[in-house]
Nanobody, 114 residues
Framework: QVQLVESGGGLVQAGGSLRLSCAASGIIVSFYTMGWYRQAPGNQRELVATITRGSTTKYAGSVKGRFTISRDNAKNTVLLQMNSLKPEDTAVYYC????????WGQGTQVTVSS
């Protein structure tokens, strides 16, 4: 059974930082394209960042230069370091594994106060 469990969300002031973690079981993250997505109230879920099997990364324009996605193969975990957070980054953040089929975590809330 595949599980993706996000953690690290919370409430932070604008300009602050958070680090999200996605712990995987049932899949090996280095074999998948792993991604972080987010969904704010009333909005569609949107891509934040992805990292491929070959460690190529891609970022949404709104987070480029502020967020960094990485993978810890030893811990089978995907990380999202978020710096210089803005109120518009407020959303539920989801981890996704993309392979022959896709897997989603349950999400973690990030709230950035102004």
């Amino acid at each position: 059974q595949v599980q993706l469990v996000e953690s690290g969300g919370g409430l932070v002031q604008a300009g602050g930082s958070l680090r999200l973690s996605c712990a995987a079981s049932g899949i090996i993250v280095s074999f998948y394209t792993m991604g972080w997505y987010r969904q704010a109230p009333g909005n569609q879920r949107e891509l934040v960042a992805t990292i491929t099997r070959g460690s190529t990364t891609k970022y949404a324009g709104s987070v480029k230069g502020r967020f960094t996605i990485s993978r810890d193969n030893a811990k089978n975990t995907v990380l999202l370091q978020m710096n210089s957070l803005k109120p518009e980054d407020t959303a539920v953040y989801y981890c996704k594994g993309e392979g022959l089929r896709d897997y989603w975590g349950q999400g973690t809330q990030v709230t950035v106060s102004s």
